[in-house]
């Protein structure tokens, strides 16, 4: 709350202080925890889908069945690499928003 007292101290309306104290420290959790739920819902979507939900695991579940191993392969490296790619692009997302120096834990910065 340090920001948010310091804003307060040289007049700041609350429009400002929620503006320039508050939302640069929540927003990389927001971002990390969008991305974070996408990503299960990503995974969820396959697991509802092979028990008969339909969407993609319904796709996974008959392409099983019909022993279509060239689409089942693809749909689990489609399924693989969209995870990945919520997870690369939800860590360089908070590198954006928080800056190198917050994830350089153990090293001295120069």
């Known amino acids: 709350m340090k920001p948010d007292e310091g804003l307060k101290s040289v007049g700041a309306s609350w429009l400002e202080r929620v503006r320039y104290a508050i939302v640069p420290q ?3 959790n927001f971002v990390s925890y969008g991305l974070l739920r996408t990503e299960i819902n990503v995974r969820a979507s396959t697991i509802i889908g092979a028990v008969g939900g339909g969407g993609i695991g319904e796709v ?25 790619a919520i997870d690369q692009l939800s860590g360089w997302l908070r590198r954006r928003l928080v800056g190198d120096a917050s994830f350089n834990f153990g090293k001295a910065s120069v």
């Open 60 to 84: 996974f579940r008959l392409s099983i069945g019909r022993d279509y191993a060239a689409q089942t392969y693809a749909i689990i490296i489609l399924l693989l690499v969209t995870i990945i």
């Open 26 to 28: 929540v927003m990389p």
